[in-house]
C-alpha cells in the first residue's frame, strides 16, 4: 500500500506508487516515485530542495535508517538553505533496493509538471498565508483558485536531467550552477560547506524564539516528509529552497560544516510475532505527541487504526503550556486547569498528520490521516 495526504490528488499519487508496484518495483521504488510527485502537487511542503529520512525493514527483519537534510517550514531567507539531500537519499535507496529503472521513476512526475493540474485548495490557503511570488502560483498578482491549472515547466525539465543524468546533475551539473546563480541573486548571505564564510555564533541559546509550525507533509509507505522552506525560489529550475538550518538554532555550541540538524520525525516500525505496524508523523515538534498517542490508542486501547489516528491530540510545547487540538473533551480540557495546567488556545487548527498501515495475518490496513483528506492505494 501507498498511502498519502493533500486533498483529491492525493489518490493520483497514492496510485502513482501503486502503479509502480504493480510494474515489478519495489517498495522504494514506489515511494521514490509518489514522493517526487508530492514535489509537484505540494511543493509548498517537500520537494527537490528538501530532503527526507528513510526507514526500511528487509525480509529478514533488518532495518536501515537513512538520513538525509530535509524541508522544514521555520522562517525566510536564503541565508537558512542547507544542502538539499534529498536526491542523493533517493539515489542511495534506489541503489540499494531499487529494481525500476532510476528514469521509470521519474515518468509519472515529468508527465504531470508539463501537463499540470488543479490548484490544491489547501495550497491555495497557503500561498496566501505565506508570501512566495511566482508567476506560477499567481495569476494577476493573484494566487491562484482551485479552477486554475498549476504547471511546472521548468521543474519537468529539471527532473527529465536528472532522470537521464542521475542526481550529480543536481549537484555538480548545470542544474547547480543554476541554483547557486538564483540564491545569489536572491541575497549575498551565503553558507559554505567549508566554514570558512559562516557566522558560527549566529543562533545561540540567548536567541531561542518560538514558531508556530504548520506540518504540511506526508508519508509514503515508510518515509516522512516535512515543510515550506526558506521562500527562496529558484526560477532557472522550478526548485523552492529548504531553510533547515534554523534548527540550529537554540544551540549553545556552534555548528560544524558537514553537520545535520536535528529532526522530530520518526517513521517508525513496530513489529511482533503476529502483527506489523508502519506508522509515521508530520506537523514539526507535533509529531512525536501524535504518533505518541496513535500508537498507544491502537496497541494499548485497542482502537482500530482509524480511529487511533483521527483522536483528537493533546500537545504540550517547548514553555510547558498544553494545547488541546479543536474537538477535545472539554471535561478533560477543565480539570487539567484545576489541577495547575497553563492551556494554550490555538489559533491556527492541527496540522499535524499520521499516517499508518497495519498487518495481522491476511489483513492490511492502510490509513491515511483525514486532517488532510488523505487517500490510500493498494492492491
Keep these: 500500500f501507498i498511502i498519502m495526504n493533500m486533498s483529491y490528488t492525493s489518490l493520483?499519487?497514492?496510485?502513482?506508487?501503486?502503479?509502480?508496484?504493480?510494474?515489478?518495483?519495489?517498495?522504494?521504488?514506489?515511494?521514490?516515485?509518489?514522493?517526487?510527485?508530492t514535489s509537484l502537487v505540494?511543493?509548498?511542503?517537500?520537494?527537490?530542495?528538501?530532503?527526507?529520512?528513510?526507514?526500511?525493514?528487509?525480509k529478514t527483519g533488518m532495518t536501515i535508517n537513512y538520513f538525509v537534510l530535509y524541508l522544514f517550514m521555520r522562517l525566510p531567507g536564503s541565508h537558512w538553505i542547507g544542502v538539499p539531500g534529498e536526491l542523493r537519499g533517493y539515489e542511495k535507496a534506489h541503489q540499494l533496493y531499487g529494481k525500476l529503472p532510476w528514469a521509470k521513476?521519474?515518468?509519472?512526475?515529468?508527465?504531470?509538471?508539463?501537463?499540470?493540474?488543479?490548484?490544491?485548495?489547501?495550497?491555495?490557503?497557503?500561498?496566501?498565508?505565506?508570501?512566495?511570488y511566482s508567476e506560477l502560483f499567481y495569476k494577476d498578482k493573484t494566487v491562484l483558485s482551485p479552477r486554475d491549472t498549476l504547471k511546472f515547466p521548468q521543474l519537468a525539465e529539471t527532473m527529465k536531467t536528472i532522470s537521464k543524468e542521475g542526481a550529480d546533475a543536481f549537484y555538480t551539473g548545470k542544474i547547480a550552477k543554476d541554483l547557486i546563480q538564483d540564491v545569489q541573486e536572491r541575497s549575498t548571505n551565503c553558507l559554505y560547506i567549508n566554514g570558512s564564510r559562516c557566522n558560527q555564533n549566529r543562533c545561540s541559546a540567548s536567541e531561542i524564539h518560538s514558531f508556530h509550525v504548520f506540518g504540511f507533509?506526508?508519508?509514503?509507505?515508510?518515509?516522512?516528509?516535512?515543510?515550506f522552506g526558506s521562500t527562496v525560489f529558484s526560477p532557472k529550475t522550478g526548485?523552492?529552497?529548504?531553510?533547515?538550518?534554523?534548527?540550529?538554532?537554540?544551540?549553545?555550541?556552534?555548528?560544524?560544516?558537514?553537520?545535520?540538524p536535528p529532526s522530530s520525525m520518526a517513521p517508525t516500525i513496530l513489529q511482533s510475532q503476529k502483527k506489523t505496524v508502519v506508522i509515521g508523523g508530520s506537523g514539526g515538534s507535533?509529531?512525536?505527541?501524535?504518533?505518541?498517542?496513535s500508537i498507544m490508542n491502537?496497541?494499548?486501547?485497542?482502537?482500530?487504526?482509524?480511529?487511533?489516528?483521527?483522536?483528537?491530540?493533546?500537545?504540550?510545547?517547548?514553555?510547558?503550556?498544553?494545547q488541546f487540538e479543536h474537538g477535545y473533551d472539554s471535561s478533560s480540557i477543565d480539570a487539567m486547569q484545576k489541577i495547575g495546567h497553563i492551556v494554550k488556545n490555538n489559533t491556527y487548527p492541527f496540522f499535524n498528520v499520521v499516517n499508518g498501515?497495519?498487518?495481522?495475518?491476511?489483513?492490511?490496513?492502510?490509513?491515511?490521516?483525514?486532517?488532510?483528506?488523505?487517500?490510500?492505494?493498494?492492491y
Design 286 to 293: 507535533f509529531i512525536t505527541t501524535a504518533m505518541a498517542l
Design 42 to 58: 505540494n511543493p509548498q511542503s517537500m520537494g527537490l530542495g528538501g530532503g527526507a529520512i528513510f526507514t526500511i525493514m528487509d
Design 239 to 260: 526548485i523552492i529552497l529548504n531553510n533547515e538550518l534554523v534548527d540550529f538554532c537554540g544551540r549553545a555550541d556552534s555548528v560544524t560544516p558537514g553537520e545535520q
Design 105 to 132: 521513476l521519474f515518468e509519472p512526475s515529468i508527465k504531470l509538471a508539463r501537463e499540470g493540474f488543479p490548484m490544491p485548495l489547501l495550497s491555495v490557503w497557503f500561498y496566501k498565508l505565506i508570501f512566495l
Design 357 to 378: 498501515i497495519s498487518k495481522e495475518g491476511q489483513c492490511i490496513s492502510a490509513v491515511s490521516d483525514a486532517r488532510k483528506i488523505g487517500r490510500s492505494a493498494g
Design 217 to 227: 507533509s506526508r508519508w509514503n509507505f515508510i518515509i516522512r516528509r516535512s515543510e
Design 12 to 37: 493520483y499519487m497514492s496510485s502513482v506508487g501503486r502503479n509502480m508496484l504493480l510494474e515489478g518495483g519495489s517498495a522504494v521504488d514506489a515511494a521514490i516515485a509518489a514522493l517526487l510527485c
Design 298 to 322: 491502537h496497541l494499548w486501547l485497542g482502537m482500530n487504526l482509524n480511529e487511533s489516528i483521527a483522536a483528537k491530540i493533546v500537545f504540550v510545547d517547548s514553555n510547558n503550556n498544553v
